[in-house]
């Protein structure tokens, strides 16, 4: 079984910055339809940032102008940088993609998988 596993979050100050990263657990073929996602205490999950079909990105409109969401294809690794960061994006941030990958017995597999998440905190 594969995973996404984040990391890059962490206590910053309001206007700070954080990169946060995305990989998988293990090798795998493909990565796509990649996002982040993030839940607040109380609070419902929401959408943060994807990428289209076509390649452009989405964001929220709480983010705009703030977060960049990026890809490194050859290393199958999703970004976002937060910049100016507010009090209100404190959250668990989660990543969310597509893979595609083979099994030790060399089947293919195609899911849709989610990292554990990663804590943003941000102080006045």
């Known amino acids: 079984q594969v995973q996404l596993v984040e990391s890059g979050g962490g206590l910053v100050q309001v206007g700070g910055s954080l990169r946060l990263s995305c990989a998988a657990s293990r090798s795998i073929s493909r990565i796509s339809a990649e996002a982040w996602y993030r839940q607040a205490p109380g609070k419902e999950r929401e959408l943060v940032a994807a990428?289209?079909?076509?390649?452009?990105?989405n964001y929220a409109d709480s983010v705009k102008g703030r977060f960049t969401i990026s890809r490194d294809t050859a290393k199958k690794m999703v970004y976002l940088q937060m910049n100016n960061l507010k009090p209100e994006d404190a959250a668990v941030y989660y990543c969310k993609a597509e893979l595609l990958y083979y099994t030790d017995e060399g089947n293919p597999v195609v899911g849709v998988f989610w990292g554990q998440g990663t804590q943003v905190t941000v102080s006045p």
């Open positions: 990428f289209t079909s076509t390649g452009s990105a």
